[in-house]
């Protein structure tokens, strides 16, 4: 029994970081589906997207599915963090002699600065749309919350930290890409549902995952700061 990480079984530890890790691969798959109408422009797309982000915050099941979401974040985000500090302290001299390159892989051994960037994007990004979204001021817009205003400003050029805004943005998607491209295989790893059949299918679609989607979401804000200058 391992006592490292939030749960003292090392398997059940194993199996909850890659359950967790899984489902945000699929609410990213959602979020990202909403997002993407930023893309259209003008009225049409201001309606589409306040629509979404009011069926988020409203629908019952959608809801229930956002608590486990935000449990999962932090599970995953606090073990993982917890797994790096204690994996670090058991080998405080580290390996002069090894090459960590030859045996993992660049995402691999940084899986916890990757993860410490997205947590710190995850908190910034909350604060500024979502905690705005259910418990701030918010501009109306035929009936509903207009999230869609708030964003285009955020990332606005009139914004004076709106390039900041953007490259902040552009940099915890490329975070998320070296992690998700690491993460996805490792998940299926851990699951033992990894196999010399399906192993090159799995790799594959990790890497199409784990950098289609966080490009998708990088292009969002720097379409959206072209298009505003």
């Known amino acids: 029994m391992s006592n490292n990480g ?7 530890k194993k199996y909850l970081m890659a359950l967790t890790g899984l489902f945000l691969c699929t609410f990213l798959v959602g979020h990202l589906a909403g997002n993407l109408q930023l893309f259209i422009q003008g009225a ?17 099941l959608v809801k229930l599915l956002s608590y486990l979401t935000y449990a999962c974040v932090l599970f995953h985000i606090v073990d993982g963090i917890v797994l790096t ?36 994007f995850l908190v910034s990004h909350m604060q500024t749309f979502w905690y705005k979204m259910h418990f701030g001021e918010m501009p109306m817009h035929d009936g509903l919350k207009d999230l869609h205003t708030v964003v285009l400003a955020f990332f606005s050029p009139e914004n004076s930290l709106g390039i900041v805004a953007v490259l902040g943005y552009v940099l915890a998607q490329m975070a998320l890409a070296f ?51």
Do not use: C, D
């Open 85 to 120: 500090i204690r994996n670090r302290k058991s080998r405080p001299v580290g390996y002069v002699k090894e090459k960590g390159s030859a045996n993992a892989s660049w995402a691999s051994r940084n899986m916890g600065v990757l993860g410490t960037i997205i947590a710190v």
């Open 6 to 12: 939030l749960l003292k079984s090392s398997l059940a």
């Open 44 to 60: 049409e797309g201001q309606q589409a997207f306040n629509e979404y982000a009011e069926f988020m915050t409203t629908f019952p």
């Open 179 to 229: 992690h998700l491209v690491h993460g996805f295989q490792s998940g299926f790893q851990s699951l033992g549902l990894r196999h010399p059949k399906y192993t090159p299918a799995i790799e594959k679609t990790g890497y199409l995952f784990g950098i289609g989607v966080p490009l998708l979401f990088a292009i969002i804000p720097v379409f959206l700061y072209i298009t505003q200058l």
